[in-house]
């Protein structure tokens, strides 16, 4: 399900220029001087509501007759708020702000809606995310809606030299997978490259296996593993690109993405990130290019104005020959602006489940001598763990199966027993299988639980693959958000956006939707939650996650995460009260005014 971390792994790897291309890796000077310059002058001319709105020249703005959830604890909710420039001056009654108005104000009748914090990713990738779904969104569940969605599009994408897309289900298509038949009707001059769902697979036409140089005799990238699915009889390429390698192949034989196409892409995508009512995020890996360049990305964006939320960067790590700690320090050193950071060094633990790579205790249910294995040799773990610790860095661990968390934990306990005390915001992300002798080692190390709801629904992928993998007793014990809290420790949401097994999301109400239920959106009344039902968490839980308990996370947490006087005004307005609503309708609620550092980022008509 971590496209993020499985691509990482391959684009970065040895074996990139071996089978047949190589990874994208521009200067930072290009990307400044080509690519952003074109991006920011794009938004300019756009319009775009992800560039800083000071509310028609105002000096602040008064929130009045409304619902005010502050997200503080022991704090009752109030009607009214007051900002001034970019900091919250006044929480209280509507009495109360007329002290606080001062000529020039904005004055806004929320009219009972529902005033909250801005929302803190803890766990997404702007840069990897805006890239590939940028095109036609195939997130159906048949092959007929599938194509029809692509038909749609043809009119759209007159004026794109190549069609692109993204989303599109393995459980829509046979088992031998999609076919390049069925793009080149659509598009037969054009090349087509479309992501599957997970990342891990791609469907081409004719056209594009023709530019990327790929027939019947060519080798496969990783035979057995990362291939071309062929015709049995001719041995042609069906379209399928099975796994990573083979994807990349082709897309870099195609259209290798330029610094251009990132910087727009994650232009074009900024205001939907405003309109989901996202202010803060942890980009949780850069991957198609170096992180300096994308973070030098955000950091141009910053100074042209255009950037809508703070980021908390970090230096992506899964090679045992490379030392991370100086390469992620100079990051911390160099990124240090208002909105953008970089103290976080993010360690790959371990794969997942659809590959049988996490890193599990006892082995894998339908594949008896395989138990999956760390990524970093455990003792290479500790003591980069340890050094990274010593340094003053945040970690931030991708870690699937049991024993990869247990290894991680370990490596953690080490590190806060050997090292000196100091504030400590280490976190451990997906967390799908946690063995019980661990839930308690959270709390006990002060380590954050990070979770990407929309996983855990029962979905084609978890009755498919999950529980396949795993057997029904492991299966019934993961993502238990529940128990993480029940434990004491403290539990943090993140999309992993573009992430996913079935559904991809970078909106946070709807995974604070899924994680009150624990069921597929819109089929809330045909199908039972994942068991076990009491790992549902409320709303109000749901909500702190995303906020306050988030932005503890990222470091944030006496700038963001709460409504309280001296805090930057990172605000959000709903349409509806989010605790008047049955949890069905959470997900679907509308954003109708995003503030972050006290501009307005996006206001609905």
């Known amino acids: 399900m971590c496209l993020a971390c499985e691509w990482a792994i391959t684009i970065k790897s040895k074996e990139a220029v071996v089978h047949g291309w190589t990874p994208f890796t521009p200067t930072r000077r290009e990307v400044i001087g080509t690519g952003l310059a074109f991006a920011v002058a794009s938004v300019a001319l756009t319009g775009s509501r992800a560039s800083a709105q000071s509310a028609g020249g105002e000096t602040g703005i008064v929130f009045r007759n409304g619902v005010v959830h502050t997200v503080v604890d022991g704090a009752p909710q109030a009607p009214a708020v007051v900002v001034e420039g970019n900091t919250i001056v006044y929480v209280g009654d509507d009495a109360g702000a007329v002290a606080y108005q001062k000529p020039g104000m904005r004055e806004v009748d929320l009219e ?80 087509v490259i479309l992501y599957a769902i997970d990342g891990h697979s791609g469907w081409a036409n004719s056209k594009a296996l023709e530019i990327a140089g790929i027939d019947k005799d060519s080798p496969e990238p990783q035979p ?70 994308g973070l030098e ?60 790579t996490a890193a599990m205790l006892a082995p894998y249910s339908d594949a008896p001598d395989i138990s999956g294995d760390t990524i970093l040799p455990p003792d290479v773990m500790m003591d980069t763990v340890q050094r990274a610790d010593a ?82 007793e492991r299966a019934a014990k993961t993502y238990r958000f529940g128990s993480h809290l029940r434990s004491g420790a403290r539990l943090t949401l993140g999309t992993d956006w573009p992430a996913a097994s079935h559904y991809s999301t970078y909106k946070p109400l709807e995974a604070i939707q899924i994680a009150m239920t624990r069921q597929e959106l819109g089929k809330e009344g045909s199908t039972e939650p994942l068991a076990p039902a009491d790992e549902r968490i409320s709303l109000a839980e749901a909500i702190r996650a995303n906020t306050i308990d988030a932005a503890y996370q990222l470091g944030l947490d006496t700038l963001a995460g709460t409504i309280e006087v001296g805090k930057r005004a990172d605000l959000i307005v709903l349409e509806k009260n989010l605790f008047d609503l049955d949890p069905a309708e959470v997900g679907s609620t509308r954003i109708v005014m995003t503030l972050m550092d006290g501009q307005i980022r996006h206001e609905a008509s």
């Open 391 to 472: 340094a003053g860095l945040d970690m931030h661990f991708h870690s699937f199966g049991d024993r990869g968390i247990r290894v991680a934990l370990d490596a953690l306990e080490n590190a806060t027993k050997t090292n000196p005390a100091r504030d400590r915001r280490h976190t451990m992300a997906h967390l799908v299988l946690v063995d019980d002798a661990d839930l308690p080692r959270f709390a006990d190390l002060g380590v954050i639980g990070q979770f990407s709801t929309q996983w855990a629904v029962p979905d084609h992928f978890w009755k498919g693959v999950t529980s396949v993998r795993w057997g029904d």
């Open 112 to 191: 009972g809606r529902m005033l909250m914090p801005g929302f803190v990713e803890a766990h997404i990738h702007p840069l990897v995310g805006s890239v590939i779904t940028n095109g036609v969104d195939l997130q159906f569940d048949t092959r007929e809606e599938t194509l029809a969605a692509l038909r749609a599009y043809r009119d759209q994408s007159a004026d794109k030299e190549v069609i692109r897309g993204f989303g599109w289900r393995y459980t829509a298509f046979p088992d031998t997978g999609p076919v390049k038949e069925d793009l080149d009707e659509i598009w037969p001059d054009k090349p």
């Open 297 to 356: 990305i955000y950091s141009q964006l910053e100074q042209a104005g255009k950037l809508p939320f703070r980021v908390i960067g970090s230096f992506h790590h899964f090679d045992p020959e490379v030392d991370p700690v100086p390469i992620t320090v100079g990051l911390k050193e160099r990124f240090n602006s208002d909105l953008v950071k970089a103290n976080v060094l993010k360690i790959n633990v371990d794969g997942g489940d659809a590959q049988r």
């Open 224 to 293: 057995g593993f990362s291939f071309f699915q062929r015709d049995p009889e001719t041995n042609e390429p069906t379209g399928w690109l099975v796994e990573v390698a083979a994807m990349f192949t082709v897309v870099m034989g195609v259209a290798p993405y330029t610094d251009e196409y990132v910087v727009e892409a994650v232009t074009e995508w900024l205001p939907r990130a405003s309109a989901a009512g996202i202010t803060s995020l942890f980009d949780a890996g850069i991957i198609l290019i170096p992180e300096e360049d």
